[in-house]
């Protein structure tokens, strides 16, 4: 794995994947309140706490995935230096956190198809969900007029999981 890397993660396998892999950033996408431990090795100006429920539509009294978050998280990529993997994770790894790997890479790499992408996604992931409302912002915010979310629907609803498998994508060198 390059430092390059992007891996996905649940909340329960956090600290073992930031062991494993050596990684210094995390992006955290869970509800607010729910109890977390940021790994001792992440400092906190290198995390990004997104809070949000993983929901599509809106449900009055939960948070929505919505445009700050994902420009929030889009901008906050930027001063990730790339010399060390980033943990992006939520509480089942399955969905938020999915639905941000494919977002990151698409942003970080915009010449990768987005079918492609989503093929390796699926590939690296089983279990993959990824929230379609978070990839539906994304496509919109990134210019990529529907391709992201015609790819993710392309592979459709992940196997059965209570949790997903830690996975990784890569950010590839500029062609």
């Known amino acids: 794995m390059t430092a390059a890397t992007i891996h996905v993660c649940s909340l329960t396998k956090l600290e073992e994947t930031v062991a494993l892999t050596g990684a210094r950033h995390v992006i955290t996408l869970i509800n607010a309140g729910t109890p977390m431990r940021l790994p001792a090795t ?4 290198n995390h990004l706490f997104l809070a949000m429920h993983d929901i599509v539509e809106t449900v ?22 790339r010399t060390t993997p980033l943990v992006v994770h939520c509480f089942a790894g399955i969905s938020r956190s999915t639905a941000a790997a494919y977002t990151l890479v698409s942003a970080l790499n915009p010449w990768r198809d987005e079918a492609a992408l989503a093929a390796l996604l699926r590939q690296r992931a089983p279990s993959a969900t990824p929230n379609r409302r978070i990839v539906e912002i994304a496509d919109r915010l990134l210019g990529r007029d529907g391709r992201m979310v015609a790819a993710i629907d392309a592979i459709g609803r992940g196997a059965d999981a209570f949790e997903g498998t830690p996975f990784a994508l890569e950010i590839e060198a500029a062609p």
């Open 42 to 45: 992440i400092g906190h100006q």
């Open 60 to 81: 009055e009294g939960m948070t929505p995935p919505g445009d700050t978050h994902v420009a929030q998280m889009l901008e906050w990529v930027n001063d990730w230096d």
